[in-house]
């Protein structure tokens, strides 16, 4: 027999949901959904729920399809009803999830940790034909948006242009989750994993970022595209048809007979509470209040509420303060596996916003806000431990009580996102506050905005120092501040030609005594080293390209728009031909009578053809080139040559994507495009403007540029790939053009490792690449980079040196100068030092009962003994010739602690 015809579900309606569906038509269309538990469908029909759980998509065709023809007793129709299922007989844990699941029905348990905003999906496009206004429809699938190839209408044939038609186009609201498993379903020290799911409809928006909930759903695969092509791999995602939101309790222990046995026997114990107590942490010895104060937390209290309407809450909050040392991260961690549901989270890495939610935009949600859950929304109803919340940030701590409100920066300060966009942080922060006036708190002389929920340029994310490991990642922007000015600013330039201007306040990292501090602006002083990156880890985004308005601008109407394409993203070649923009070309546009040109000169013919075939190619366009002959420019030797593509939409489409390729020479920028794509089209661009603007003495090679911006963006975007530069003024010259004077910049590829990356990425590809190699292969063996470390580091090594008998006074000079040292010299000496120490010998020193012989054997330096032995240098030997001294056994016992 058929188990899924519409009769077959019609009659099975009918028999279990007849009351439910009455109810629905009567509030149909603002409900949409019935609610059916899959056990009926199994008491019903056994084969027809297992047709269900293996084949979900057919079967939700005919269901849906019955529901929505079911026959009701008023005028009234459910055309857009859906069948939602819940109460499948299994869950699936996420971390096993198999193949075998893609394409079945399936149920899913555990936490929401990220939401996007609920926002219209196409389903159903309806296009205009701009030449006989024929409509057609399009079924949009798979996220992408499909227009169509040719008008249909036979008479036109058109192939575009088509418009979209928003008010004929059919939407659903859709919203995408991100479910990760319960920490109480974890075994200790497992990480939770994820899962991503889409809703729609009347799903979309039901639930928050913390929300436990069982969702019910067919899981789909996703191949993977790569720069390489499509993948062998696929993603998996869920597509939801139900999600229940159970109280928010845990869930129930199963216990043995046995297990209840011997729950009941300890209950009878009239010393429970203190072996409860003794049973916290039994590892850690003593702190037998702290350790109640956490079994009552555990446990937990009753909540009240009130008469007048006051809550009283049943929680325990414990703050453990004591000095480092004594156990009190391991007392949290012991916690945190004990509880059922338990997150624990560092001060050190946690922003106000991890702890509690983060309104970010990330793939994720498509570049949609998203909003994430932090530790303690996920620890609700359990156990949230954060660890050292001394060591929070103090822009973090900033938000409770306001400690840095003259700590800021001056409003040109230009700020980089990781996705490589760039911002004078003065246009950020007024944007954002201008746009959230009803949000912003007043403090001391500043106003502070948190951007959990906010209006325009949110949801950024930059790039931060971690201390710890001394890392560099993303991190989220969770506040913004604008501060009255102060009287004076600082401004700290840098060795590799890098500058910022802040206030006296405003903490910036140095190195002291060998490590990564920040010192107030105001105290820091000139020769002071401070860290720099070595790496950008920036994220990269394909960025959708924008086109001009072609409407009413066609070459039929108007002999200045002539034929041209546009691409939607950018590749390699593109790439490149920016390189080659930004660098020697330039763009004329009159507004008299509008016409415009873009414009790229050079005299190597090969580059021009290169640049003359990329533009054909990529713009589907015709283009000119000019040749000047080298006698008609004074003191030239090789002739002109000039690629021109004279349009208005290229210009435009220039100014709407890379305005800063089509400004004048001195404000030229790198497109944030640029910085947001793939290293390969990075280095293309890369290359391109190396062809332009390189150069090459004899010393050194690099760019050069006489606009500052793009001598900054250079020196940036090379860092994102591994290559450190550093920014010097090469010269100063009068522009007769435009009465005024210029600055030159050179931005020079520094250090043996970043030269020999530089040349593998770019210079090969250059026809200077045997020069450029051979700078390479000179600075193997030259010290020519500014990898320096400060002069405290060579202080350190000298005294090694001298205490194991080494010291040259190689580092003399240095240290009379107050100079830094190299950092490959320092390491050279260091590894003397280990050398020398990798020969000590094993000796039974309990055996020896010559202090001095011990010391010879085992290198032990006789200024680190009379350190310990508050001794001067010269008793130290005395008592070493004299072992007659009563001190002679105290000595013998501390060389032989030292040798061990």
């Not at 729609?200 to 191949?223: M, W």
């Not at 040109?412 to 922060?429: H, K, L, P, Q």
């Not at 500058?499 to 910036?508: A, G, L, N």
């Not at 004077?741 to 020079?748: C, Q």
């Amino acid at each position: 027999m058929e188990t899924n015809t519409s009769a077959r579900w019609e009659k099975f309606f009918n028999r279990y949901y007849l009351g439910d569906i009455l109810a629905l038509a009567n509030e149909y269309p603002e409900k949409r959904s019935l609610y059916v538990d899959f056990v009926n469908i199994e008491k019903f029909d056994p084969d027809m729920a297992e047709e269900l759980l293996e084949h979900p998509n057919r079967v939700f065709e005919v269901a849906e399809g019955a529901l929505r023809n079911f026959a009701l007793p008023i005028d009234k129709t459910l055309s857009s009803a859906h069948l939602r299922v819940m109460n499948l007989p299994q869950k699936v844990s996420i971390r096993d999830l198999r193949s075998v699941h893609i394409s079945k029905l399936i149920a899913i348990e555990g936490l929401v940790r990220m939401a996007t905003e609920v926002r219209p999906k196409l389903l159903v496009a309806a296009f205009e034909c701009n030449g006989c206004h024929e409509t057609m429809y399009i079924t949009q699938a798979d996220g992408r948006f499909v227009e169509p190839y040719v008008c249909k209408n036979e008479e036109c044939g058109r192939k575009g242009p088509f418009k979209i038609k928003l008010t004929d186009s059919e939407f659903v609201d859709a919203q995408k989750l991100r479910v990760q498993e319960s920490p109480e379903d974890l075994r200790g020290g497992e990480q939770p994993q994820t899962l991503d799911i889409n809703t729609e409809d009347d799903l979309a928006g039901i639930v928050s970022p913390g929300d436990h909930v069982v969702l019910t759903g067919v899981l789909r695969s996703y191949q993977r595209v790569t720069r390489e092509g499509k993948s062998t791999f696929f993603d998996i995602i869920l597509d939801s048809v139900a999600i229940e939101t159970p109280d928010k309790e845990f869930t129930e222990i199963e216990i043995t007979a046995e297990e209840e046995e011997a729950i009941i026997e300890l209950s009878k114990d009239p010393k429970i509470y203190e072996n409860v107590v003794k049973s916290i942490a039994p590892s850690i010895y003593g702190y037998a209040e702290v350790k109640e104060a956490l079994a009552l937390q555990l446990m937990s209290g009753v909540p009240k509420n009130l008469p007048d309407g006051a809550r009283i809450r049943g929680d325990v909050h414990v703050l453990l303060v004591g000095d480092p040392g004594i156990a009190k991260s391991q007392l949290l961690r012991y916690i945190v596996k004990l509880a059922p549901r338990g997150i624990y989270t560092s001060g050190r890495s946690s922003s106000a916003a991890g702890l509690t939610a983060a309104a970010v935009r990330d793939e994720f949600g498509d570049g949609r806000w998203t909003l994430e859950a932090g530790a303690l929304v996920l620890a609700d109803q359990g156990i949230a431990a954060v660890d050292e919340m001394d060591k929070m940030r103090s822009e973090d701590r900033s938000a409770i009580h306001e400690a840095m409100e003259q700590q800021s920066y001056h409003p040109s300060t230009e700020i980089m996102f990781s996705d490589g966009r760039r911002v004078a942080i003065g246009e950020f922060v007024d944007a954002l506050i201008d746009c959230n006036r009803d949000q912003v708190k007043e403090g001391v002389d500043c106003e502070i905005l948190s951007l959990d929920q906010v209006r325009g340029p949110g949801g950024r994310t930059m790039l931060a120092l971690d201390l710890d490991c001394n890392t560099i990642h993303p991190e989220s922007i969770d506040r913004v501040s604008r501060h009255k000015a102060p009287d004076q600013f600082i401004e700290i330039i840098y060795s590799n030609g890098r500058s910022i201007t802040v206030t006296p306040e405003h903490p910036v990292y140095v190195m002291k005594d060998g490590e990564i501090v920040t010192m107030q602006a105001n105290a820091v002083k000139n020769g002071m080293f401070a860290p720099i990156p070595n790496k950008y880890p920036l994220i990269s985004s394909n960025i959708a390209l924008q086109s001009p308005n072609l409407h009413n601008r066609t070459h039929d109407i108007d002999r200045r728009y002539k034929q041209i394409s546009f691409p939607t993203h950018l590749d390699s070649e593109f790439g490149r031909l920016l390189g080659y923009i930004v660098s020697e070309g330039h763009t004329y546009y009159s507004e008299k009578n509008g016409e415009a040109e873009i414009m790229i000169s050079n005299t190597d013919i090969e580059l021009i053809n290169d640049m003359d075939g990329i533009i054909q190619k990529t713009f589907n366009t015709t283009t000119y080139i000019q040749n000047q002959p080298h006698s008609r420019r004074k003191r030239a030797t090789k002739d002109m040559y000039t690629v021109r593509c004279a349009s208005i939409l290229l210009y435009e489409f220039m100014r709407l994507n890379f305005m800063g390729v089509t400004v004048k020479s001195d404000e030229k920028r790198i497109p944030d495009p640029i910085f947001a794509s793939d290293d390969d089209i990075k280095i293309q661009f890369l290359i391109g403007a190396f062809r332009g603007d390189g150069f090459y003495d004899s010393e050194r090679f690099g760019y050069t540029t006489n606009s500052i911006g793009l001598a900054t963006d250079y020196s940036d975007l090379l860092l994102s790939l591994g290559i450190y530069s550093y920014i010097s003024k090469s010269s100063e010259y009068e522009s007769k053009k435009e009465a005024r004077t210029k600055v030159g910049y050179k931005v020079v590829m520094s250090g043996e490792g970043s030269q020999r990356i530089f040349y593998d990425l770019i210079g090969k590809h250059d026809v200077r690449a045997e020069k450029i190699n051979w700078f390479v292969a000179r600075s193997t063996n030259k010290l020519n980079d500014r990898d320096s470390v400060p002069v405290e580091i060579a202080i350190r090594i000298k005294k090694l040196l001298k205490d194991y008998k080494l010291d040259t006074g190689y580092f003399n000079r240095i240290i009379e100068e107050n100079n830094a040292v190299h950092r490959m010299v320092a390491l050279k000496y260091i590894n003397r030092v280990e050398s020398c120490l990798s020969d000590i010998q094993l000796y039974h020193v309990d055996e020896m009962g010559d202090p001095r012989e011990i010391r010879k054997r085992c290198k032990i330096p006789i200024p680190l003994i009379a350190e310990r032995m508050d001794l001067s240098e010269s008793m130290v030997t005395y008592i070493e010739r004299n072992p007659s001294t009563k001190n002679a056994p105290v000595l013998l016992e501390q060389i032989r602690s030292m040798a061990k």
